[in-house]
């Protein structure tokens, strides 16, 4: 008997050193706890807890920047009161650069707290007042630096009589507001919305799609669903499958504002209170409805290489994002038309609209599509007021890239492939097969593809340079025809912008090379008089009364200085399109036409 309780003891002991043992090499582990008992305040405070991480020191990171908005934002600036604890001591944590922490553990378990300070609403930012939370991750939560890959919990804690918490995040069944992510990675692409906002829901491709709206607005609920459904079916047509089991949109409705910021299986957009009232700026909407959605396969998915895994610590730089943002803005003009929101002549005024904007750009002469890409975080989000001259948008003039590669596609296939089939293809190859992004190289393979030849000349002309490509030419593959209005005129154009908003008449912009330019008006010139007379509207309004060649007299004032500068009016080298069905067309141009909108 005594040999037996030994025997008993023994294996207590075994079992006892063996789960010591494992206690001790437990996995790291990360969970989050998000509360805001001041929302009035602005502030979230963050509990973080790492379990199971050796050695003596452990480094806590927060990003610079959200991915999808290309600019170093510099988020750690809004921490404060950052401080470590292991059990209920208090352990050394000090800051050794601009968005890192070194937290003294002595290979302990830690429980790192902070505030951050939350006051810009915008779709790229965090925001709280007395009325809502909305966060994206980058921007409140840091990660143990090398563990980005790790798993991770997050409580959300609402503010008293705030009852709904909104994001992609799956939950923990069993524990409210819990979340799961993976990775680092899926908890900074979920963006949260928490409040007493209305949740709208509806099915799309046989997959749950909510919609938080915040904020008062003059929308119908069910026109609106059903509208939204309409434009998320006819983008999974492209490449045909959903990739999520849950999608939701977070819709800010506020006084002002505009735009939309993509994310893993979710949305932010804001709109004016009163866009769903008016026709025009509710397909408005719906265009950004589109192109936001379009983003769930294209950049998110289907992505450039440089574009994931992130390096959340500094600038990720790629010269594709003429692809990644101009072919969604593309597609969101196209979906909007199959999906039957704008009309065949709607859609010629907006593809003649989008040629005129770039071909008016002095910048369009400047830089290449694939330069703009790579120049994001220098110059897209940092405008002035010479930008005009020297930057062109990578969403403008890769929506024109993209409807010239799908005309080069619809012609060398007679209309039986078009750029959806090439998305796909890609879609298949990088994210399915190989889960990775694809090279500049491999993209331009991707189109050959489907044209069945070599694109160096499109790309060497049109990507990496800057030369204006024949529109006509690309158009005729659908037998549209573009008209310069302006061609055969010899109208005068002084080339400055001028803005009223101070009361007087003050130049904002100098277009490069025109008649503002070469008689030396300059930005912030104040307009005090012409030819004698003293000025007090916009200078703009006045010239076409003048020609070609006549001589002004103006009198400005440069920072307090009046100043005489004469001006001599030069010829409007601008453009302005019209597009329009060619007459006659041909049974191959009506094909292509219907291949490629989807109607006649």
């Not at 006051?119 to 790229?124: G, N």
């Not at 059903?226 to 819709?251: C, H, N, Q």
């Not at 593309?330 to 039957?340: C, K, P």
């Given at each position: 008997m005594q040999k037996i309780i030994h025997s008993w003891a023994y294996g207590?002991?075994?079992?006892?050193?063996?789960?010591?043992?494992?206690?001790?090499?437990?996995?790291?582990?990360?969970?989050?706890?998000?509360?805001?008992?001041?929302?009035?305040?602005?502030?979230?405070?963050?509990?973080?807890?790492?379990?199971?991480?050796?050695?003596?020191?452990?480094?806590?990171?927060?990003?610079?920047?959200a991915p999808g908005s290309y600019l170093i934002r510099e988020?750690?600036?809004?921490?404060?009161?950052?401080?470590?604890?292991?059990?209920?001591?208090?352990?050394?944590?000090?800051?050794?650069?601009?968005?890192?922490?070194?937290?003294?553990?002595?290979?302990?378990?830690?429980?790192?707290?902070?505030?951050?300070?939350?006051?810009?609403?915008?779709?790229?930012?965090?925001?709280i007042d007395a009325t809502h939370g909305y966060l994206n991750g980058t921007s409140v939560f840091m990660y143990p630096e090398g563990h980005k890959d790790l798993p991770s919990t997050l409580t959300v804690v609402p503010y008293k009589?705030?009852?709904?918490?909104?994001?992609?995040?799956?939950?923990?069944?069993?524990?409210?507001?819990?979340?799961?992510?993976?990775?680092?990675?899926?908890?900074?692409?979920?963006?949260?919305?928490?409040?007493?906002?209305?949740?709208?829901?509806?099915?799309?491709?046989?997959?749950?799609?909510?919609?938080?709206?915040?904020?008062?607005?003059?929308?119908?609920?069910?026109?609106?669903?059903?509208?939204?459904?309409?434009?998320?079916?006819?983008?999974?047509?492209?490449?045909?499958?959903?990739?999520?089991?849950?999608?939701?949109?977070?819709?800010?409705?506020?006084?002002?504002?505009?735009?939309?910021l993509e994310h893993l299986n979710s949305t932010t957009l804001h709109a004016t209170r009163t866009t769903y009232g008016n026709e025009r700026t509710y397909k408005g909407f719906l265009n950004l409805v589109a192109h936001e959605y379009f983003h769930l396969w294209n950049v998110k998915r289907l992505r450039p290489?440089?574009?994931?895994?992130?390096?959340?610590?500094?600038?990720?730089?790629?010269?594709?994002?003429?692809?990644?943002?101009?072919?969604?803005?593309?597609?969101?003009?196209?979906?909007?038309?199959?999906?039957?929101f704008t009309s065949e002549q709607e859609h010629l005024e907006k593809i003649a609209s989008s040629i005129t904007s770039v071909e008016n750009t002095?910048?369009?002469?400047?830089?290449?599509?694939?330069?703009?890409?790579?120049?994001?975080?220098?110059?897209?989000?940092?405008?002035?007021?010479?930008?005009?001259?020297?930057?062109?948008?990578?969403?403008?003039?890769?929506?024109?890239?993209?409807?010239?590669?799908?005309?080069?596609i619809l012609k060398a296939t007679n209309g039986t492939k078009t750029l959806d089939d090439a998305m796909k293809a890609m879609y298949d190859l990088y994210y399915k097969k190989k889960n990775r992004g694809f090279t500049e190289k491999e993209f331009q393979e991707g189109i050959e593809k489907?044209?069945?030849?070599?694109?160096?000349?499109?790309?060497?002309?049109?990507?990496?340079?800057?030369?204006?490509?024949?529109?006509?030419?690309?158009?005729?593959?659908?037998?549209?025809?573009?008209?310069?209005?302006?061609?055969?005129?010899n109208q005068p154009l002084l080339g400055a912008g001028i803005s009223l908003a101070t009361g007087k008449p003050v130049v904002t912009t100098v277009t490069r090379n025109g008649s503002a330019w070469q008689a030396g008006l300059n930005v912030h010139d104040e307009i005090i008089g012409m030819n004698g007379y003293r000025v007090t509207d916009d200078l703009n309004k006045i010239i076409p009364a003048y020609q070609v060649g006549d001589a002004l007299e103006l009198v400005v004032s440069r920072s307090g200085q009046l100043m005489i500068l004469p001006v001599t009016l030069l010829k409007d080298q601008t453009v302005k399109y019209r597009a329009e069905r060619s007459s006659p067309v041909t049974e191959a141009q009506k094909m292509n036409y219907l291949a490629w909108t989807g109607s006649n």
């Open positions: 207590v002991l075994l079992l006892l050193a063996v789960a010591l043992s494992s206690s001790a090499y437990a996995a790291p582990s990360i969970s989050y706890r998000l509360s805001m008992p001041e929302p009035h305040t602005h502030y979230f405070e963050v509990e973080m807890r790492l379990e199971g991480f050796r050695g003596k020191n452990l480094e806590v990171t927060m990003p610079v920047w988020f750690p600036k809004n921490v404060e009161a950052f401080q470590a604890h292991v059990g209920k001591n208090r352990v050394k944590a000090e800051k050794t650069d601009k968005n890192t922490w070194r937290v003294a553990t002595g290979g302990k378990d830690v429980t790192v707290t902070y505030k951050v300070y939350a006051y810009e609403l915008s779709v790229r930012t965090s925001f009589g705030w009852s709904k918490v909104s994001t992609g995040l799956p939950v923990v069944e069993g524990k409210p507001f819990t979340y799961r992510a993976p990775n680092y990675d899926v908890l900074a692409d979920s963006p949260i919305e928490i409040g007493n906002h209305e949740i709208l829901s509806f099915e799309s491709n046989g997959v749950k799609h909510e919609v938080a709206m915040y904020g008062d607005a003059n929308y119908d609920p069910a026109r609106l669903t059903a509208d939204m459904k309409r434009v998320t079916d006819e983008s999974a047509k492209v490449f045909g499958e959903l990739p999520i089991k849950y999608y939701l949109f977070i819709v800010h409705n506020l006084a002002a504002g505009g735009g939309g290489i440089e574009l994931g895994p992130f390096d959340y610590n500094q600038e990720n730089y790629s010269r594709l994002l003429w692809v990644s943002e101009g072919f969604t803005t593309y597609y969101a003009d196209l979906i909007m038309r199959r999906a039957g002095p910048g369009n002469k400047v830089v290449s599509a694939a330069q703009s890409s790579f120049d994001a975080w220098i110059k897209q989000y940092r405008p002035d007021e010479n930008s005009y001259n020297t930057h062109l948008s990578y969403y403008s003039k890769g929506a024109l890239l993209g409807m010239l590669l799908d005309m080069e489907f044209t069945g030849r070599s694109m160096d000349d499109f790309f060497s002309r049109y990507v990496y340079g800057v030369e204006t490509p024949d529109y006509n030419a690309f158009l005729g593959t659908v037998g549209i025809t573009l008209k310069d209005l302006n061609h055969g005129t």
